[in-house]
């Protein structure tokens, strides 16, 4: 299922998510993260070398890369500590009724 | 062949063998968990901040795995170091107040004329803390900070929380997460806006306990427009177990300023130097890294060179000697991550009497930049059949607008110009190390004079035994 | 596997190589070679080798014997040998051109040399699975002493969607012998994984030319090595052209094991949109006074990534080495190139240097070009085939005209 605009979808249920997990939606890797400050979802690869940001730690609103240590804001995926220098894409997300879903926009190279 | 006395040194200057029974303090056990950590925090009389940054990153230390590239680091065994000793009781001003086993060591390598000469201020360190420290009157007027890390823990929180670890976090690598996790002494420096430090700002360390461990942490903030230049030069025992130095060095140069940091780098043979230093260029500054290998057994390190902002330059010029037994795997890094910027990477090698010199270097280019200008030349030069000399330089460009080049050459000491120079009157041994220093001199002119002097002895030390 | 009747040896290696094969996993980007070239998104198992028996579409247009001024020509369709020809004249002096399964009987004694060695050698399972399954290929024999100008014509079209194909080509030349080969990959549309291998053999003093081009389907995949080893005083100019594939990963090394032996590695590669290109060199110095030049030189247009890996590697008894590597790219837009030259260096009495430069194409000659009235397009291809032209121009005309006519219709897609 995608579209042009932003699609919401349903990735997972709140009672699975406990601190942070990965979810796959139309074979691209979307971590999920439950912070004080709310539920957030990122790009789960890091933009400096392949690794997966869900397997990262959670520190004061920022998710450090498990594999160097790049620190990424969870709100907007800016870079907020090196290696990394680019950012990675952050998701905009609800919760209804127990459920996560994340607003999916597939984004084609032009 | 009638054999000279060599010419203009005296080698009773560079005795390492010279050691002190061991006057430390406050010593942890051997070995590293969360206790000894602790230990350390306490010592230090720490905010709790501090304290947890260093036990996260004691678990990255113990999660992360070894590198599987580079010099070969077999033999370190972690759990048979100490990994902290405090020689006295407080920090001293004066020369005078220095204890006299202390200032005999630093008598030794020359520290007091340096001082009076050449220096600003001078951060002595004796088994990882911070001895003697002295700041001339008319920096610390102009508000620069130059201090050791604990007292800017201490006393200029704000900035050292700001910029503590974001150039090198504890998850970067092994040995960043353990200097994170047991680090002790080393500088901070602050420079305000537009202040110019003109005189070279030098520290000297030393290793002293039977296996202990360096892990000096050293964190430099130039402010807009200001330059500074840091000296770091080093020079411990010989001793028959193992060390380990694992230093890290974060930069940050904010926008308009420039750093340069000089390192002549001369552990004794049974060291393992294992160092991280980082850089971050802004928009019009510069950093400059000029890092001299001379000793130790194993060295990796590689300077680099972050350029985030637009003008932004970085140099990286690197020196290694890899003697009998040696390991020199070091290089540098530009990684530049904004347009309009520029790097350059000189890299001059010596390897001999079976010694391994290796480059290592990156040149990545982001995505989407234009007018990025690169250059990295490899210079290696293989003294005898038995020595090493290999070359892994990685090009990582993503974006269109960019010129880069890279050249690497080996060769070995010319025939015709030792011929030459022997049919001048000079013995071969003379013509050589006369050739050798021909080779590195484009780098050692960058250094200060009494480096550059310290330098050329140390190549004459090396050399000797060459021949014959 | 369809049924095949070979030598015992041939059966042999076959089993070794498959046991190696069950033991190994595909390459991971873990692996340093593998780095920069994910290959865990694709099933190689899942292309299908194609049956012995079967034809493909369409009748082959085999006219044996017309070979137009080459000393020998060697046809393969779809893994079915569809042409296969030598000059009288040099048949008769001892030159054999045969399809490999021909010569595995008659030439055991080299062949199986040949095959163990590269068989111990090769280090990733697609290596390993090539000489457990290879599905066809080509042997070339010149004896000693023979000097042959016109090139041997080796032509591989491959079609067949979802096809496997596994060709391998040996050249072994004699003493002093001397031949040139050109070796085409072409194929079309269709989906083809081509795992390929290539040994080529030359005896003290030969001589050998080996022009490649590799212009499979943009959905294809292809993998290839090759190896080369040199005796005293042999000289070996291999010179590779990529333009097709949706993935291509090819090494060629070479190994300099004579005094005085020569090796000259050329590549030209034009990486286009969806196309993802890692092509590794090795040049191995063993013995003293060799040379060795590796000169390889890309270009890469919007969306498409290029890899280059080059590795001078001198061993502590080959003094006197003089080896020189160089890699060229040039980027035409947003797109992606790394270079990885390397030299692992264990002798002193060496002249080694590599250099590696990327850029773009240049700004003042492109407005030149413009201000003489060429249109944009066109000056940005008359530019392109200049920055190959130093290359192209070492290789024979035939070659050369082909590459030249891919660069073009490349530009004109990339333009």
Known sequence: MSAAVGTWVRVASEAELVSSMCVTIEGHAVALFRAPEGVFALDDVCSHEYSRLSEGEVWEGEVYCPKHGSRFALATGEVTGLPATQPVRAWPVKIENGEIWIEWQLQKPS | MKSQAPATVDIGEYQHGFSFPDQSVFKTRKGLDEGVVNAISHAKNEPEWMRQFRLRSLRAFQKKSMPNWGADLSDINFDDLYYYARPTDEQKKSWDDVPAYIKETFERIGIPEAERKFLAGVGAQYDSEVVYHSIKEDLAKKGVIFTDPETAVREHPDVVKQYFGTVIPYLDNKFAALNSAVWSGGSFVYVPKGVKVDVPLQAYFRINARSFGQFERTLIIADEGSFVHYIEGCTAPIYATESLHSAVVEIIALPGSRVRYTTIQNWSNDVYNLVTKRALAHKDATVEWVDGNIGSKRTMKYPSIYLVGEGAHGEVLSIAFAGKGQEQDTGGKAVHAASHTSSIITAKSISKAGGVATYRGLLKVNEGLHDVRSRVVCDALILDERSRSNTFPYMEINSDKVSSEHEARVSKISEEQLFYLQSRGMSEQEASLMIVNGFLDPLVKQLPMEYAVELNRLIELEMEGTVG | ?415
């Open chain 3, 1 to 415: 596997m369809a049924e095949r009747h070979e030598p015992v040896w041939m059966r042999d290696l076959r089993a070794k190589a498959k046991e190696r094969f069950e033991a190994m996993s595909w390459p991971m980007t873990s692996d340093e070679e593998w780095r920069r070239t994910d290959v865990s998104g694709i099933n190689p198992l899942s292309f299908a080798p194609r049956s012995a028996s079967a034809a493909p579409a369409g009748a082959p247009t085999s006219r044996v014997g017309e070979r137009n001024g080459a000393a020998g020509v060697l046809r393969f369709e779809s893994g079915r040998l569809v042409d296969s020809s030598v000059s009288e004249e040099w048949k008769s002096r001892g030159v054999r051109l045969l399809s490999l399964d021909e010569a595995l009987e008659e030439f055991e004694k080299p062949l199986s040399d040949i095959l163990d060695e590269a068989l111990d050698a090769a280090d990733d399972r697609f290596g390993v699975w090539h000489y457990a399954a290879w599905s066809h290929g080509a042997f070339l024999s010149v004896p000693r002493g023979l000097e042959i100008k016109e090139p041997f014509i080796m032509d591989f079209s491959e079609s067949g969607d979802g096809a496997l194909s596994m060709p391998h080509v040996v050249v072994s030349l004699g003493e002093g012998a001397r031949a040139a080969v050109i070796q085409r990959f072409r194929g079309s549309g269709d989906r083809i994984l081509c795992n390929a291998g290539l040994d080529l053999l030359l005896s003290d003093a030969a001589g050998l030319d080996y022009f490649e081009a590799q212009d499979l389907g943009s959905q294809s995949l292809f993998f290839r090595s090759a190896r080369a080893r040199g005796g005293r005083d042999s000289s070996l100019k291999h010179f590779d052209a990529a333009f097709g594939g949706r993935l291509v990963k090819t090494r060629i090394e070479t190994g300099l094991a004579g005094r005085g032996a020569e090796a000259y590695l050329d590549g030209v590669y034009f990486c286009r949109e969806g196309q993802h290109m890692d092509l590794r060199t090795v040049q191995r110095h063993h013995s003293p006074q060799a040379t060795s030049r590796a000169y390889y030189k890309g270009a890469v247009a919007s969306g498409g990534r290029t890899v280059y890996q080059g590795l001078i590697e001198v061993d502590e008894g080959a003094s006197g080495t003089d080896a020189y590597l160089t890699n060229r790219n040039l980027i035409l837009e947003a797109a992606r190139s790394d270079s990885i030259p390397t030299l692992k260096i264990g002798n002193n009495d060496v002249r080694c240097s590599h250099g590696s430069t990327t850029g773009r194409l240049n700004e003042e000659e492109m407005f030149y070009l413009e201000s003489r009235g060429l249109a944009r397009a066109d000056a940005r291809e008359m530019l392109v085939v200049g920055y190959f032209e130093d290359l192209l121009a070492r290789a024979p005309e035939l070659y050369r005209e082909g590459a030249l006519d891919r660069i073009r219709s490349r530009m004109a897609l990339a333009a």
